[in-house]
């Protein structure tokens, strides 16, 4: 009880410090008090009242332009936020997101602020090792404002916003692509997100994409093939046709072959959508030949298992877009 209370006095003596080092404008003192406060706070396990001092002190020196001091305060937030495995409420994703925006692109703190709030909303039930959508999608959109569209894609792949990411994707086409990579830009996003099980969400980012480009029209067919290939994959995975899977990737080789990345993509479509499973081969026919053989060799629609495959992190790379599946494993 007398470590106790003699931890407490000295709390306050800090706070006291902390509030005039505020009211005198010595920011610098400030910070070292709420580093104080965090590593006393902690200690003692009280994690609801470290959360708050972190959040508000964070809040004031980011208002005043101490920015390393509010990062440095922000990232001690989400610590905390993680060694108590606090769910990710609404609110509380809302201050991240709200913290992220503040610290923008430029930061050299953000990309560790990120990961460090994404594995944070890992620990609360139903949300993926992928993060929460919420907050991926709260990522996005402030990396979108700051034209950081590739980063902005990243988490766009892993939020539940179709509509966002395919306005998003039509102005990353618009300034950063040319003519001819129109129909690239949206076709890479929906196999992606089709390997990773999301196709409600391609759904929505592929009408969205078509129907606000300036270069697709709004309705099929589409004068770019792999625009029509993507639209009737989709209707293909919905009414769970092999036969119509068969063919298309048949039909569209020409098209497909634009990014052979494609075919590993659309081998992992058929294990997660058609239940196939491409036989192992002695010598390698390529990545074309092993999928149009597996598919003719695969079971019957009444036959396959529907086993799926979870994946993650996939990374931007070389041109706009190009990623392979080993990026997604």
Not at 165 to 175: A, F, I, K, N, Q
Not at 253 to 269: N, V
């Amino acid at each position: 009880m007398k470590q106790s209370a003699r931890d407490g006095g000295g709390a306050c003596r800090v706070e006291k410090k902390l509030k005039q080092s505020l009211e005198d404008g010595n920011y610098y003192e400030a910070h070292q008090m709420y580093r104080t406060l965090y590593s006393r706070y902690s200690a003692q396990q009280k994690h609801a009242e470290v959360q708050t001092l972190m959040r508000k002190g964070a809040d004031l020196l980011f208002s005043v332009d101490e920015n390393g001091s509010a990062i440095d305060l922000s990232l001690l937030l989400l610590d905390s936020l993680e060694a108590s495995k606090a769910p990710a409420t609404e609110e509380l994703i809302d201050t991240v997101g709200n913290i992220h925006k503040k610290i923008g692109i430029a930061h050299p703190q953000n990309q560790s602020f990120e990961v460090k709030a994404i594995t944070w909303t890992t620990h609360t039930d139903g949300v993926s090792k992928n993060g929460h959508v919420k907050l991926r999608g709260i990522f996005a959109h402030n990396l979108w404002k700051e034209k950081a569209y590739g980063d902005a894609r990243q988490h766009f792949l892993y939020s539940d916003d179709g509509s966002g990411s395919g306005e998003m994707l039509v102005e990353y086409s618009v300034h950063h692509g040319t003519e001819e990579e129109v129909d690239l830009f949206i076709t890479q996003f929906v196999l992606q997100l089709l390997c990773i099980r999301s196709k409600h969400t391609a759904d929505v980012a592929f009408t969205t994409y078509t129907k606000k480009h300036p270069k697709c029209e709004n309705n099929p067919p589409f004068s770019l093939p792999l625009l029509n290939f993507v639209f009737f994959l989709l209707a293909a995975i919905e009414s769970q046709k092999m036969s119509a899977f068969v063919t298309l990737c048949d039909k569209y080789q020409p098209s497909l072959k634009r990014d052979p990345s494609y075919f590993k993509y659309l081998e992992r479509i058929g294990e997660n959508y058609f239940g196939l499973r491409l036989p192992k081969r002695k010598k390698p026919q390529g990545i074309l030949g092993n999928l149009l053989q597996g598919l003719m060799e695969s079971p019957d629609d009444d036959e396959r298992d529907g086993s799926l495959s979870e994946m993650q992190n996939p990374q931007p790379s070389t041109s706009h877009l190009s990623m392979t599946v080993e990026d997604l494993d």
